[in-house]
């Protein structure tokens, strides 16, 4: 069974930087596939933050672009997400998650169980 | 870019029918596929419907979607309610660029 799980600090200060890491386990290879990022402020819906290929390829949210950078290591079976410059509106349950397509899950999308970042002095 | 819309709330008894729609506001509907996704209290969202109308093996056949291209709009029916379907659902697209859209989401209550 395939698991994510995201770390990071729970707590950012303001203009500083956000930074979380996935890690990849139960048999699944960071290896071809595609691997998100996806937030959720409280009590509000989802927003894509972007993806990664394990390529290297990247495709970013447009409203987050400038601010985004999702890197991966396949050595370590692992992805990260830094987010800069953050602000009160970056709060929010940050998800990582694995999908099929490029353009969305697919037949077998595995998420993990988020993480929750605030960002306060 | 395009905007997804939902209903923000819909409610319906159990053993009845429920569809909940989304409205792309810009392109057509049927340019790119529509996934659909089930966010219960406190979980993480799993998929429901993936390629406008597939479901993922684990999901019931009471859950089905389709397009209507008359009113640019996807739909997530479920039939036979029950109550562990309450939750919220969310449709998702993407544009020419693979950049994903969600919709705001849809709070299902079953009474």
């Known amino acids: 069974q395939v698991q994510l799980q995201e770390s990071g600090p729970g707590l950012v200060k303001p203009s500083e930087t956000l930074s979380l890491t996935c890690t990849v386990s139960g048999g699944s290879t960071i290896s071809n596939h595609y691997w998100s990022w996806i937030r959720q402020p409280p009590g509000k819906g989802l927003e894509w933050i972007g993806y990664?290929?394990?390529?290297?390829?990247?495709n970013y949210n447009p409203s987050l672009k400038s601010r985004v950078t999702i890197s991966i290591d396949t050595s370590k079976n692992l992805f990260s997400l830094k987010l800069n410059s953050v602000t009160a509106a970056d709060t929010a349950v940050y998800y990582c998650?694995?999908?099929?397509?490029?353009?969305?899950?697919?037949?077998?999308?595995?998420w993990g169980q988020g993480t929750q970042v605030t960002v306060s002095s | 870019n395009f905007m997804l819309t939902q209903p923000h709330s819909v409610s319906e008894s159990p053993g009845k029918t429920v569809t909940i729609s989304c409205t792309r506001s810009s392109g057509s509907i049927a340019s790119n596929y529509v996934q659909w996704y089930q966010q219960r209290p406190g979980t993480s969202p799993t998929t429901l419907i993936y390629?406008?109308?597939?479901?993922p093996s684990g999901v019931p056949d009471r859950f089905s979607g389709s397009i209507d291209s008359s009113s640019n709009s996807a739909s997530l029916t479920i039939s036979g309610l029950k109550t562990e379907d309450e939750a919220d659902y969310y449709c998702?697209?993407?544009?020419?660029?693979?950049?994903?859209?969600f919709g705001g989401g849809t709070k299902l209550t079953v009474l």
């Open positions: 390629d406008d109308n597939q479901r």
């Open positions: 990664i290929y394990y390529s290297g390829y990247t």
């Open positions: 998702q697209s993407y544009d020419s660029s693979n950049c994903w859209v």
């Open positions: 998650a694995r999908q099929e397509y490029a353009y969305g899950f697919g037949p077998s999308g595995y």
